[in-house]
């Protein structure tokens, strides 16, 4: 059974403060492996999709990157609109379907 | 291009009352997903459809869940009855194809549903 644990499960930044959020993965065989940001009453905002160890990508203040076993969300130098609830997703080769497994994310709040 | 659209945002019912989601995806996604989001834990795939086909509902509890999507475009989750621990926001997303590598899913805002 494919499994996601994200953490932190809550940080706390202050403005400009760079931090890591954690995405520790088990999945038989990945497919891809996607971040999320979710705006509390909002729906999941796609951020990115990583599909082999070694790969990076880049939005704005957001770097995330890829291993066999994690990846890892880089927020440089964040602002006070980059708080939201942050999302681990990975999609298996075990299933032809789609099927998205999600952590439980991280609450992320950069205060000014 | 506008997004999955949901309806009703809020909802507040009895226990063992029904209640029904109504959602409409991206035009031209084949793929329609409804999760279930419960407070403090990521999205939990219930029921995934392809066009107007069930393709995984290995999660949804059949015995009070139901769904369908008709004409391979709009789609209604049903509860009936409802139980306390259904409380949860409800989200419908949709994504082009199921094969598709690039399959990233695009996401409702959700329905918030309460159960007293």
């Known amino acids: 059974e494919d499994q996601v644990t994200q953490s932190p499960e809550a940080l706390r930044l202050q403005e400009g403060e760079s931090s890591s959020l954690n995405c520790s993965y088990t999945?038989?065989?990945?497919?891809?492996l996607f971040w999320y940001r979710q705006d509390p009453g909002k729906g999941p905002e796609f951020l990115f999709t990583?599909?082999?160890a070694g790969e990076e990508k880049e939005k704005e203040r957001l770097k995330a990157t890829l291993t066999k076993k994690e990846s890892f969300l880089h927020i440089t130098a964040p602002k006070p609109e980059d708080s939201a609830t942050y999302l681990c997703?990975?999609?298996?080769?075990?299933?032809?379907?789609?099927?998205?497994?999600f952590g439980q994310g991280t609450i992320l709040t950069v205060h000014p | 291009e506008a997004g999955v659209a949901q309806s009703p945002r809020y909802k507040i019912i009895e226990k063992r009352q029904s209640v029904a989601f109504w959602c409409n995806p991206i035009?031209?996604?084949?793929?329609l997903y409804w999760y279930q989001q419960i407070l403090g834990q990521g999205p939990k795939l219930l029921i995934q459809f392809q066009n107007n086909g069930v393709v995984d509902d290995s999660q949804l509890p059949k015995d009070r869940f139901s769904a369908e999507r008709l004409k391979g475009v709009d789609s209604t989750l049903k509860i009936q009855p409802a139980k306390l621990e259904d409380s949860a926001v409800y989200l419908c997303?949709?994504?082009?194809?199921?094969?598709?590598?690039?399959?990233?899913?695009?996401f409702g805002p959700g329905t918030r549903l309460t159960v007293l």
């Open positions: 997303a949709s994504s082009r194809q199921r094969r598709h590598v690039r399959n990233e899913q695009f």
């Open positions: 999945v038989s065989g990945l497919r891809g």
């Open positions: 035009s031209g996604h084949a793929t």
């Open positions: 990583l599909y082999s």
């Open positions: 997703a990975v999609l298996s080769n075990a299933t032809s379907y789609g099927k998205l497994t």
